[in-house]
């Protein structure tokens, strides 16, 4: 089977006002130029989706070094659903893809794997590719369940139809998003393995949580991680592009 092409995905979470949001999209953009090593992909807050398509490209976007994402989606293509944002609305602003089921939604928003499930379904729908996040507690991680925790979830969240090109899986321990804490190699590397068991073949499988351009080239350079899903480090331009430059 070919290898997997890296991808460095930045989520912007509720970050950047128009001005911000276009300095940091250009910047990236100017940088990667017609093409790298790995795929990239930015996700900027909903409000930004149409200025950032522009700068990466406007109606050239599909064609474009620098992919655009959203951060979640409605499961429904549209309707009375006020705040909400459908996978269609995300495809018609230019998005290729959609984070779904981030920790911050699962544990702060009371997202379930059915929630994500049927979020995931609508993407497909709508032509987008589903980054599905799954990952552990710290308390989890500590008694020792953090591979049947993230099985269930991809049990859970994962509909039945689901193929490696129009999926990406993103392991992110919730412990260690945001923290400056990193699982040790091994651990990456163990349910990485864990985890392509019950994916399709071929379907990437990225790492998110405290990735900084410290630690990229050990964490990209190991064998099941199939890129990175930044958060704060994606917000500065040259922290993206150190991450990005360490893409196998
Ligand atoms: C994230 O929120 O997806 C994330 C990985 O955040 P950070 O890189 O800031 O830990």
């Known amino acids: ?5 890296q991808l460095v995905a930045g ?3 509720m970050n950047g006002r128009r001005a911000d949001g276009i300095a940091l999209a250009r910047a990236i953009a100017e940088r990667a130029g017609g093409r790298h090593a790995c795929d990239l992909l930015v996700c900027p ?6 200025s950032i398509g522009e700068v990466l490209g406007g109606e050239a976007l ?14 429904a293509p549209a309707g009375a659903f006020t705040g909400s944002i459908s996978a269609e609305m995300l495809r018609d602003a230019g998005c290729s893809h959609v984070i779904l089921g981030h920790s911050e939604r699962r544990h702060g928003l009371g997202e379930t794997d059915a929630d994500v499930r049927a979020k995931a379904a609508a993407a497909w729908r709508a032509g987008l590719v589903a980054i599905v996040c799954i990952g552990e507690t710290r308390a989890e991680r500590e008694a020792g369940s ?4 993230v099985t269930a979830q991809l049990a859970g969240s994962l509909p039945e139809n689901a193929e490696a090109q129009r999926l990406v899986i993103a392991y992110e321990p919730v412990w ?4 400056g804490l990193v699982p040790t190699n091994a651990d990456i590397a163990d349910i990485h393995r864990a985890i392509r068991s019950h994916i399709p073949s071929g379907t990437r499988v990225l790492y998110g949580g405290s990735v900084n351009p410290k630690n990229a080239a050990e964490i990209l350079g190991l064998p099941d991680v199939d890129g990175a899903l930044v958060g704060g480090a994606s917000l500065k331009a040259e922290d993206f592009w150190a991450i990005a430059a360490a893409c196998r």
């Open 45 to 50: 807050p909903f409000t930004l989706l149409a």
């Open 11 to 13: 989520n912007w979470k």
């Open 62 to 75: 599909a064609g474009s070094a620098v992919s655009l994402g959203g951060q979640d989606c409605h499961a």
């Open 176 to 179: 260690a998003i945001g923290t």
């Open 146 to 149: 953090a591979v049947a925790v």
């Open 1 to 5: 089977m070919p290898e997997r092409k």
